[in-house]
């Protein structure tokens, strides 16, 4: 006798609702109906979609890393592969596992934003953004920019009503969780790196 597959869900707890709807609130009292901020939002929300932000940095840093003599394909490549594994994994069997409604908002909005189809737990954007921060961070001295864009970035899910905040939470752990994983697992620099002499001779010397 076949039996279908049933994907395995947890459900969200009800105990999160009080807390989203109270953070919901505070956005509508003191962030929305503002032009500025709203821009601010849609507009991280918008660089946010499938990590572009993020790899767009990568690029940089590396242009950055290059100029400097510094080794930067592998770096260049540990953030934007990850950022692909990191996507499929957390908007494939994650989100099939929770398959939790996104907020409910009839309303018109003040801005056009691609709206998601996914499970609404965890939030994709701030997965990403506190993965990606976390490959970015490491040897560059500009490692605060990228978790403040990471903070704004995830908060503007829960501004634009396609996150409850407890679905942005949810991503910051998971993001961080994983960025710390693929840190260990994958080094900035190979093994053959790490095992070459240091240079005895004038010249730069190279970043701790």
């Not at 069997?93 to 909005?109: E, I, N, Q, S, Y």
């Not at 001295?141 to 704004?152: E, K």
């Amino acid at each position: 006798m076949n039996r279908r597959f049933k994907y395995p869900t947890v459900p969200i707890p009800d105990s999160f609702d009080p807390f989203d709807v109270q953070v919901d609130e505070w956005f509508e009292a003191h962030l929305r109906q503002s032009r500025g901020v709203d821009l601010l939002m849609y507009g991280a929300s918008a660089v946010g979609d499938h990590g572009i932000v993020w790899l767009g940095l990568a690029a940089i840093q590396a242009r950055r890393r290059h100029q400097r003599g510094q080794p930067w394909v592998r770096p260049f490549l540990r953030v934007s592969i990850g950022l692909g594994v990191e996507s499929i994994v957390v908007n494939g069997p994650v989100k099939l596992m929770f398959r939790r409604t996104r907020p409910r908002h009839d309303g018109p909005r003040p801005m056009h934003l691609r709206q998601p189809r996914t499970s609404s737990f965890p939030s994709g954007h701030a997965t990403a953004a506190f993965f990606g921060a976390a490959l970015l961070r490491q040897d560059d001295p500009m490692w605060p920019l990228y978790y403040a864009l990471a903070v704004i970035v995830a908060a503007s899910r829960v501004h634009v009503r396609i996150h409850h905040a407890s679905d942005v939470i949810g991503g910051v752990v998971t993001g961080i969780a994983l960025g710390e994983l693929v840190r260990r697992l994958v080094p900035l620099e190979s093994r053959a790196e790490q095992d070459s002499p240091e240079p005895t001779g004038p010249g730069p010397s190279r970043p701790e």
